[in-house]
């Protein structure tokens, strides 16, 4: 075990002293500069400061702080979100918080006004990151990637005007999942999608529809399949009625279309995303929407977002209105703006809008309705005495614990009530007490109390570890 050396509060008043002494005369100028330095010290840490701050002390404009609670509930959000997210085999990644100005300019369209730009840092043009798309996409170019299926959790920065009831923020947290790679058509399309909805639905917000723009489907097929334009208005027409896999069918009987061959292609390819969502069993939860659009410029594809069906409020709660909590597309050669010789590799992802969710999560939980349990510590055993002098019969006990893996707390009193440690534990959420007073110290046992339950028992000192995984195993 290393050895940590702590300096006594005499040797600490030594170490001063010898600061203040008055200079001496071989070395006067050193003397009298540590002299001077250390009086400074001094005086800022016990003169107080009679000058009180002439600003309102508050988080800046589309920022918040987050209290212990909201952490708790936070981190559960992101606990499901990066669990699907690894069941669908993604490596973790990340990369700064900041990238190099011309990375970032001219990549997202008319909101590449909204990226904040730091000041000069070294000749360096920086600034925060938009998103975290294009970092990933930088990342694949610089390092050679030809194929990755990643996820990233990071924070963001916007200078938009933030709705912060509506989870709007200027610095906020993204969680993306992305398929980089060529592959056969739809595949990772579908798996994107069947990702949102798993998520979505893991979350419990309630009903919930992903909408797949027409507007860039339009794009696709005029840009990439040679479609012609008035051909692909005739498309149109049919997904302004809202549909999803009998819409593409109904879409194949029309004459103006399946005789089309540039058209046929395109169909062929909706409806082979179809036929895999339907494999998926996530079908009905898809729909065309031409009043759909994203607003980057990098998208290339079918791009989609899940919006939250409004239901009946309940008692208590209003209507908040979000707008997407979840959305994503294809974006096949954004990888290729930073290649020197523009080799592009295909890509699909999506993101899920982490505040918007927690807002939800948050106003149900202010009208009663548990989303979570929050606790705001992971304590599993507390260790408590009802008896005066066992300070020191509890500091082994809690060592014990902690040494064996398992999380502990206890009071840091010499001579708590064992009331208030009982009560602690309720208010904490804490399961099981280890209790020790002179009685068990001379039988050699230990009273293990559930809090739940309020049930006592008596097991050997020895076997007090034990005893205590296996009741939080079966917990």
């Known amino acids: 075990m ?9 040797a600490w008043a030594a170490l001063l002293s010898q600061l203040l002494r008055p200079p001496c005369a071989s070395s006067p100028g ?41 952490i708790v509930v936070r981190e559960k959000i ?3 979100v990066v669990s699907c997210f690894k069941r669908h085999g993604a490596k973790g990644l990340d990369t700064p918080a900041f990238e190099l100005k011309e990375v970032l300019t001219e990549k997202y369209g008319e909101v590449s006004g909204l990226i904040y730009d730091l000041k000069d840092q070294g000749g360096e043009l920086l600034s925060l990151r938009y998103d975290l798309t294009v970092p990933f996409a930088r990342y694949l170019a610089m ?24 989870g709007r923020y200027r610095e906020f947290c993204q969680c993306d999942f992305d398929i980089a790679g060529q592959f056969d058509p739809m595949i990772p399309d579908a798996e994107c999608l069947k990702i949102m909805c798993e998520i979505l639905s893991g979350l419990q917000l309630g009903d919930f529809l992903i909408k797949m723009s027409w507007k860039d489907v339009r794009h696709e097929m005029v840009a990439k399949k040679g479609l012609a334009p008035e051909v692909a208005d005739q498309i149109g027409d049919y997904v302004q009625c809202h549909g999803g896999v009998t819409l593409v ?23 082979l995303l179809f036929e895999y969502l339907t494999l998926f069993g996530i079908s ?19 791009i989609y977002e899940a919006i939250l069906l409004q239901s009946p409020a309940q008692a208590g709660e209003e209507h908040l209105s979000v707008g997407s909590v979840a ?13 020197p010789k523009g080799h592009s590799v295909p890509c699909v992802g999506l993101s899920i809008g982490v505040e918007r969710i927690f807002s ?8 009663g309705l548990k989303t979570f349990l929050v606790r705001t510590t992971e304590t599993q055993v507390f260790v408590a005495t009802p008896q005066k002098n066992f300070l020191q019969e509890r500091l082994k006990l809690i060592a014990e614990l902690w040494d064996a893996g398992i999380k502990a707390e206890m009071l840091y009193k010499n001579n708590p009530k064992l009331l208030t440690q009982l009560h602690y534990c309720e208010n904490m959420g804490i399961p099981l007490v280890v209790i020790i007073g002179e009685q068990e110290l001379k039988e050699g046992v230990i009273k293990l109390r559930s809090v739940a339950s309020r049930e006592e028992v008596a097991i050997k000192r020895e076997n007090l570890v034990a005893e205590v995984q296996k009741r939080l195993s079966k917990s």
Not at 2 to 10: S, T
Not at 259 to 267: P, Y
Not at 360 to 367: A, D, H, L
């Open 30 to 70: 050193a003397v009298h500069c540590h002299s001077q330095v250390a009086k400074a010290v001094l005086t800022s840490q016990l003169k107080p400061h009679q000058d009180k701050p002439n600003f309102i002390i508050k988080t800046p404009k589309g920022t918040r702080d987050l209290s212990p609670q909201q």
């Open 327 to 339: 959305a994503g597309g294809r974006y096949d050669r954004l990888v290729g703006m930073f290649d």
């Open 284 to 302: 009905e939860k898809i729909s065309f929407d031409l009043s759909l659009a994203r607003g980057l410029d990098y998208y290339t594809g079918v």
């Open 360 to 367: 939800i999560v948050e106003q149900r939980m202010k009208v």
């Open 143 to 166: 390092n050679k990637v030809k194929r990755m299926k990643r996820y990233h959790v990071g924070k963001v920065w916007r200078r938009e005007s933030p709705t912060m009831v509506q």
């Open 249 to 271: 069918e109904q879409m194949f009987q029309d004459p103006r279309l399946s005789q089309n061959k540039q058209a046929l292609e395109g169909l062929e390819d909706l409806k």
């Open 78 to 80: 992101l606990d499901l």
């Open 2 to 10: 290393p050895q940590l050396r702590l300096l006594p509060r005499r």
